[in-house]
T-cell receptor
């Protein structure tokens, strides 16, 4: 059974803080993704990684960076958190097989920036 | 900008009825299409994928794809209150990237 875990379910931070969101998958998947989900805007891709130390910008990378030092772990970093980064953050992973392979999602981290 | 459009709903159907959820997309080159279900406060989970024109059935769920019209739909037969959730349509636009619609909220009432 595929498992994608995220470090926190709920997180409250202050404006200007550096925030780390961690994601771990246990399926030896090559591809990992970070999304944010906001009401009325749906899921939007922030960054993805197709291999260790490799990363690609998604649709909304501004204000975020990522790190993938090990295959199973993909971290999202908010260098200086702002209130407009209050959102639900979802991590996903996917194997490098067929294009119809699904993305498996973690439980999400609801981040509030005060 | 590649887009995926869904009616936000809510779509209300009585228990036992057929629920029909629709999605249109803008990228003609898209090849694979996914339907995810998301319960309130939970993460999305895959229900079905489809990549060929026509219908694909899996239990009570049928996905329908019409690439000429850039239209994909999900039918849920014999709807149950447990089907009440938000349904997300996702379109594969590159080998690694999905574009998601904003979702349709389905309510199945007893």
């Amino acid at each position: 059974d595929v498992k994608v875990t995220q470090s926190s379910r709920y997180l409250v931070k202050r404006t200007g803080e550096k925030v780390f969101l961690e994601c771990v998958q246990d399926m030896d998947h090559e591809n990992m993704f970070w999304y944010r989900q906001d009401p009325g805007l749906g899921l939007r891709l922030i960054y993805f990684s197709y291999d260790v130390k490799m990363k690609e910008k998604g649709d909304i990378p501004e204000g975020y960076s990522v790190s993938r030092e090990k295959k199973e772990r993909f971290s999202l970093i908010l260098e200086s958190a702002s209130t407009n980064q209050t959102s639900m953050y979802l991590c996903a992973s996917r194997g490098a097989g067929l294009s119809t392979d699904t993305q498996y999602f973690g439980p999400g981290t609801r981040l509030t920036v005060l | 900008q590649k887009e995926v459009e869904q009616n936000s709903g809510p779509l209300s159907v009585p228990e036992g009825a057929i629920a029909s959820l629709n999605c249109t997309y803008s990228d003609r080159g898209s090849q694979s299409f996914f339907w995810y279900r998301q319960y309130s406060g939970k993460s999305p989970e895959l229900i079905m994928f489809i990549y060929s024109n026509g219908d694909k059935e899996d239990g009570r769920f049928t996905a329908q794809l019409n690439k000429a019209s850039q239209y994909v739909s999900l039918l849920i037969r014999d709807s149950q209150p447990s089907d009440s959730a938000t349904y997300l349509c996702a379109v594969q636009v590159t080998a690694d990237k999905l574009i998601f619609g904003t979702g349709t909220r389905l309510q199945v009432f007893p």
